[in-house]
C-alpha cells in the first residue's frame, strides 16, 4: 500500500506537459508511437546518447525529481534501451566483431533509465529495475510497498517504460502479437482477429506513506502467472473481498482488453465478476499494447480519479455508481502475465 | 523479523556442475578460464573466457528439454534451478503453491544467441523458434511455466548486481509477508553481445584476470548459474539449512555509467548498510567475496570502499580470477561460494596476484586455509551504478 | 583538399559521432580541449572518437595513454591524421 503524490506520462496522447484525452491522437500506420516533448530537463550531454526509453523514462523521472527528494529510483521496463540493443549487435555482425563504438553497448544495458536518473540527481539511495515482461512494472509496485514498509519515511520514484524498436516490432510482429490488417485505434475493440496495436510511453509517480494531499492510494496489487479464465476469475473474486468491505464498491473497472480476440475471454471473465453496476472503461486505445502499460493504466486511473472523469470514447459500460472513488485494473500481457490494482481516491478513508 | 535462511543451492559454473565440484576446485585453486571452444567469436582464442564445455544439445538431453526456441541461459538457469530445489527437497506441490516466489536476475537473457537474433531483426521473412525468446524475462517465464510456478515471478536487471538483486528481492518477500519460500538467483551466458559489449569498453583483460594486483589489465567474462531457496527459519523443521542471509543492501553510486567513483562512495554505502541491516559491526565481518573484476577502475575503488568502512579490511579474494566475470549470474554464483566458506570454514585463494595495489596496498588470501568464519559479505556493483552487498551468517 | 576544409570534415564526424545536438562545426574551436571544460566529453566518447579515427580515417590508436593525447583537441587529431596520412603514403 502507497500513496501517489505526483505524476508524470507521457504516450500517444498529449499527457506531459497539458493532459488531453478528449481529442484523441489517431494510430498511424497501426502504431501509437509516444509523441515526446523538447526534454529540457535532461542535460544536453546526457540526451544526446539516449535512445527513446531512455528520453522518455529520464524526462518522466526528471519531471518529478527535480521538484521531490526521494530516498530511491524503482523503475520496470521489459527491453529498455532495446533499439540500443539491435544497432548495436548490428555492429557486431557488420563488421565481424571489429572495433565498436561502446555508446550503444553502455545505453542498452536494462538498467540505464534508474542509473541515469540516480546519476543526473545524484541519488545514492535504492535503485533497481524490473524487467519481467509483462509484469516488470507490477514488480515495481511490489517492490516499492515492501521498500515503504521497511522504511515508511521514505518517498520513491517509481515508474515504468517501454519504446516500439523499429527492429523489435518486426520480431513482435512476426511473432503474430500485432494486427496484420490496417485498424486504426478507434477500431481497435471492435476488430476479430489475434494481435493488437503497439505502443510505447513512460509513467512515473512519486509514492511514499503520506496521506496528505495525496492524488490516489494504491490499496492492493496482485501479480498472477499462466492461468485459465476461470481462474483468473476466483483470483479477482477472491482480491475483491480480501481488499475491499461491502460498503466498499468499486466504481470504476479499468479494462487492459486489447483488441486481440484470443485474450478477450480473460477480459470477459473478470467483467462478470465486477458485476453488473460498476463501470466499465478501456485504455489501450489511448496507449497502444506494451509490456509495461500498466504503468499507462495507474496514470489514468490517478487521472479520472483526479479529474472525476472519463473520457467517453473510453467507456465500454456505463454502471450505476455515483462519483468515482475506487479504480479496479486488470491487465494481462499476451494471455500470460496477468495482475491487478485497486486503486482510490486522494488519501483514501 | 524472521530469520531467511538457505536450505537448498543449485550452481554450475566453468569449474563444475554440481557445489561439490566447485568447492574441490576452489580448494585447488584451479582456474577455469580457456578458449572458447563452443561457440563461435572472433575473440574465441584471442581472449580468455570462463566456458562450461557442455553443448547446448547436451544441456537439452540432461534436462529433457525438446520444444524449440529454449536459448543456453534458460538451459543453465534451468540446470541450476532443478539442482537448487531438488537439494531443498522442496515438492511439486510446494514449488506451485501461491506462497512459492521465484525471482532471476539476468542481463544478457535470450540474447546469447546474435546471430539468429540479427536476422530475425533485419532480414527473415519468418521468424525463427526464438521470437519470444529474446527478452530478459524468457529465461524466468520458461522456467515459471516448465514448473506451474504461480507464486511471485520476477526478473531483475541491475547489470553485474542482478542476481545479487533477486536475492535480496527474494528475502523481502518473505519478510514483508509475499511468499513463505523463494527461488531466487541468476544467470549468464557467453554471448557476442556482451564479449563485444566489455571488448569495446576496454576493460576485457587478454590474461586471466589479476583481481587487487598492481598489474590488472581487465577482466574475463565467464557463463554461469545458481539459485539459492530461502525459506522462513521457522518454516524449515528438520531441513538441512546452509546459512542464514542477515544482511543486504543496493545502493547506487550516482557517478558514471560504466565506472565507480574516486571514493567508492556506492560500494561504501551498499557494504555499511548491509552490515545495518544484519545488525553486525564491521570488525564482524570475517571474510568478503569482493566484486574484484580486475579492472583498473573497480579494484582500487573497491579496495579503497573497504579501507574506509573497515580500516584494515578482513581477508578477502575474489573468485572471478577462477570463473571470469558471470555478470548477471556473479551474485548468485558468488553467494554459494559464501556458503562454501561458511559450511567448511576455509578460504579459497585469490588467483594471479603478485603485487599489491600501490594506492591501497591490500593482499587478497593467497593460498587455501582453513578459517573461523561466522559472518561473510559478497559484493557486486554494476554498470548504471547499481552496487549490492549481501551478508550470510552461520546458524 | 585543404586544412580548413580536412578540420572542416573531421568536425562533422566528431558531431556526428558523439551525436553533439545543438553543436555545430563552427562551435568546436581547433583548440577548444575536448574533455571536460571544453566539449565535456568523458571516457566513453573517448572511445567514439578512437572508432571514428579508424572507420573514416584507417587510422589505429594502439595505447590508450597515446590516445589521450591524440584526443586532446582537433588541432591534435588532426596532426595525428596527416602524420598517418604521410606514413600510408610511405608504405
Known sequence: MFYIHQTSCISHQPTFHEVDLENLNRSDNNQLLAVEPKYSNIPIGQLRRMGRALRMGVGTGMQLLEHNQTDGIIIGTANSGIEDSITFLNQILDYQEGRLTPTNFVQSTFNAIAGLLGMITKNTGYNATHVHRGLAFENVMLDAIMRLNENPEHSYLIGGVDEISVRNYRMEAMAGWYKTEEVSNLDLYQTETPGSLPGEGAAMFIVNHKKDEAIAKLRAIQLLNVLEPKAIAAQLSQFMQQHLSDTEPIDLFLSGENGDQRFFKYYAACEKVIGPNTTIARFKHLTGEFQTASALALWLGCHFLQTQSIPAHAVKYIGDRNGLNRVLVYNNYHGEQHSFMLLERGGGN | MSKIVVTGVGIITPLGNTLRQNREALKDGLCALSSIEIFDSRYATLLPFGEIKTTNQNFKDQLNVSEPGVTRTTLLALHAFEQAITDSGLSAEEIQSFDTGFISGTTVGGMCISDELYHDANHNKVGSAYLNSYDLGSVSIYIQKRYGIQGITDTFNTACSSSANALMYGARLIQNGFAKRVIAGGVDSLAKFTINGFNSLNILSSAPCRPFDAERSGLNLGEGSAFLVLEKEEEVKGKKIYAELSGWANTNDAFHPSSISDNGEGPYLAMKKALEVAGLQPNQIDFINTHGTGTENNDEKESIAMQRLFQTPPAFASTKSNIGHTLGAAGGIEAAFCLLNLIHQEVYPSLHFSHPIETTGLYPVPQYEKKTIHHVMSNSFGFGGNCSSLVFSKV | ?91
Open chain 3, 1 to 91: 583538399m585543404d586544412k580548413e576544409a580536412e578540420k572542416l570534415k573531421l568536425k562533422e564526424h566528431i558531431i556526428r559521432y558523439l551525436n553533439l545536438l545543438q553543436v555545430t562545426p563552427d562551435d568546436i574551436k581547433d583548440d577548444m580541449p575536448m574533455f571536460r571544460e571544453g566539449l565535456g566529453l568523458d571516457s566513453i566518447d573517448s572511445i567514439e572518437l578512437v572508432v571514428m579515427l579508424e572507420r573514416e580515417y584507417g587510422l589505429k590508436i594502439e595505447n590508450p595513454k597515446e590516445g589521450r593525447r591524440i584526443l586532446t583537441d582537433v588541432n591534435s587529431m588532426m596532426e595525428f591524421i596527416e602524420q598517418g596520412r604521410a606514413k600510408q603514403n610511405e608504405a
